[in-house]
C-alpha cells in the first residue's frame, strides 16, 4: 500500500493553469501505475489521465486532451498534472490514484481498477 498527498489546488479564472501534485510514502511510487480524478459536486468520480510506471505511455480523458498533461518524476517520487486552458467546468476536487502492474490491458479509466487513493485537492475556475 502508498500513501497519497495530493496538493497544488486552488481558486482560478478561466485560462488559467495550475499544476497538482501527487506525493507518494511508504513506499517507492517507482512501480505503480498512477491516475488522476475528479469529483465535481453532485456527480461521480470520472477518470481524467493516467500514466504508466515507467511513465512512457499516458492516456487522458476526451474531456482534457490538450489542456491537461500528466508526468511523473520517479527519482522525487512524485506525478504531475499539468492543468492549462482551466474552464468553468473543471471545477472539482482532484484524487490521484495508484495501482501496482501494467497499464496496458488495464481498465485505467475504471475507479475499481486503482486500490490507493489520496484525499484530494479541490480546483475552483471562476469565470
Known amino acids: 500500500q502508498v500513501q497519497l498527498v495530493e496538493s497544488g489546488g486552488g481558486l482560478v479564472q478561466t485560462g488559467d493553469s495550475l499544476r497538482l501534485s501527487c506525493a507518494a510514502s511508504?513506499?517507492?511510487?517507482?512501480?505503480?501505475?498512477v491516475g488522476w480524478f475528479r469529483q465535481a459536486p453532485g456527480k461521480d468520480r470520472e477518470f481524467v489521465a493516467t500514466?504508466?510506471?515507467?511513465?512512457?505511455?499516458?492516456y487522458y480523458a476526451e474531456s482534457v486532451k490538450g489542456r491537461f498533461s500528466i508526468s511523473r518524476d520517479i527519482a522525487k517520487n512524485m506525478v504531475y498534472l499539468q492543468m492549462n486552458s482551466l474552464k468553468p467546468e473543471d471545477t472539482a476536487v482532484y484524487y490521484c490514484?495508484?495501482?501496482?502492474?501494467?497499464?496496458?490491458?488495464?481498465?485505467?479509466?475504471?475507479?475499481?481498477?486503482?486500490?490507493?487513493w489520496g484525499q484530494g485537492t479541490q480546483v475552483t475556475v471562476s469565470t
Open positions: 500514466i504508466s510506471s515507467s511513465g512512457r505511455t499516458t
Open positions: 490514484a495508484a495501482k501496482t502492474g501494467s497499464l496496458l490491458g488495464s481498465d485505467y479509466s475504471s475507479r475499481a481498477t486503482y486500490d490507493d
Open positions: 511508504g513506499r517507492t511510487f517507482s512501480g505503480y501505475v
